[in-house]
């Protein structure tokens, strides 16, 4: 985790854009632009909405990680978000996670696996790369990305093999412990027979399985995932778990607002990193300044303004709630 506090330091900002494109947030002059050149690529007449847009993702990717590369440590891809358009589009999740590791920014693969023990060794490949591939032993990294996101529901064996390879690559995880959906309370909130709540048992897990990792900053490689939602079990978390680094997803377009990360921060202002999606990149939407006749590379112009200003709108809205 040093890298991503050092990162957020250096840019006086613990906020990560998340790149989770869907067609509505691609403007559509931007799609169609890509007609004729996909056209030409593909093997079938199917396949070309897949193409098209794949290649869309990547162009407004692209727009809004350039637009924003100088004032945000990170970039959170929700891979279901390529998954959705088949080979095509996982292959733009990886083109994007390349892209922005290139601009410099920590990349937070968002693709939360959780299986059984050996299974999970396979998925942890996301982090630790295909040694084999490469006679000099050095490891093959397709995915490039810096942090992966995990589901605890298999317990510890579907955890370590995790904690493993992030050790091995310098990498780290993030683990699912309150989550910003309505319907988390159904599970999270459960009491146990001792008094907890299932979340904060899973707290207590992930406060154990990074115990082995803390690093310069006095956080571990294991992070948590505490929803912007939930501003009161934030706080308390926060207190449970010392060493534990938190990704706050539910900023802007599910309701949360800096005051309710407030407390999800150290007394010296670290120890989290919030994440905002549609609120940055559909901002171009609420702008009141798109109109259908724009060309493709005006709407792409508008989508760059309006991201960056909505992660500046952001950046100082934290910086006044958390850097008191
Ligand atoms: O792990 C996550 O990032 C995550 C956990 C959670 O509890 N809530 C949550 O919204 N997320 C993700 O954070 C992003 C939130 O997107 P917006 O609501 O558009 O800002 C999506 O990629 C979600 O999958």
Not at 35 to 42: K, P, Q
Not at 142 to 161: F, S
Not at 234 to 255: C, D, E, I, K, S
């Amino acid at each position: 985790m040093d890298r991503l506090i050092e990162a957020i330091n250096n840019v006086q900002n613990p906020s990560v854009v998340g790149l989770d494109p869907t067609e509505a947030l691609v403007p559509p002059q931007v799609v169609d632009s890509f007609a004729d050149e996909v056209r030409d690529s593909v093997d079938s007449p199917e396949e070309l909405p897949a193409a098209q847009l794949a290649v869309a993702y990547f162009e407004f990717n692209r727009t809004i990680i350039d637009a924003v590369a100088d004032i945000v440590p990170a970039v959170k891809p929700q891979i279901a978000m390529y998954e959705a358009l088949g080979p095509a589009g996982v292959d733009v999740y990886t083109m994007t996670c390349e892209y922005a590791a290139q601009q410099g920014l920590y990349v937070l693969g968002d693709v939360k696996r959780g299986d059984i023990g050996s299974t999970a060794a396979a998925y942890a490949h996301h982090l630790n790369g295909v040694a084999a591939a490469v006679e000099d032993g050095s490891a093959f990294d397709p995915w490039h990305e810096d942090a992966v996101t995990v589901n605890p529901y298999l317990g510890t064996d579907g955890i370590t093999p995790f904690v493993q390879a992030a050790t091995e690559a310098d990498k780290d995880i993030f683990v699912l412990v309150r989550t910003s959906n309505p319907s988390s309370s159904e599970l999270q909130m459960l009491d146990l027979a001792d008094g907890k709540k299932v979340y904060e048992h899973v707290a207590d897990l992930v406060e154990g399985w990074g115990a082995e990792t803390i690093g310069e900053h006095g956080y571990s490689r294991v992070g948590a995932v505490v929803g912007a939602t939930h501003p009161e079990e934030g706080r308390a978390l926060r207190a449970r778990m010392p060493h534990t680094f938190f990704l706050v997803p539910g900023y802007g377009a599910q309701g949360g607002t800096a005051q309710d990360v407030a407390g999800m921060f150290d007394a010296d202002g670290s120890g989290a990193l919030v994440n905002s999606s549609r609120g940055i990149i559909g901002a171009w939407k609420k702008s009141g300044k798109y109109s259908e006749s724009m060309s493709a590379d005006e709407a792409l112009d508008l989508v760059a303004e309006s991201a960056r200003q909505a992660a500046l709108d952001m950046r100082d809205a934290l910086r006044i709630a958390v850097y008191r």
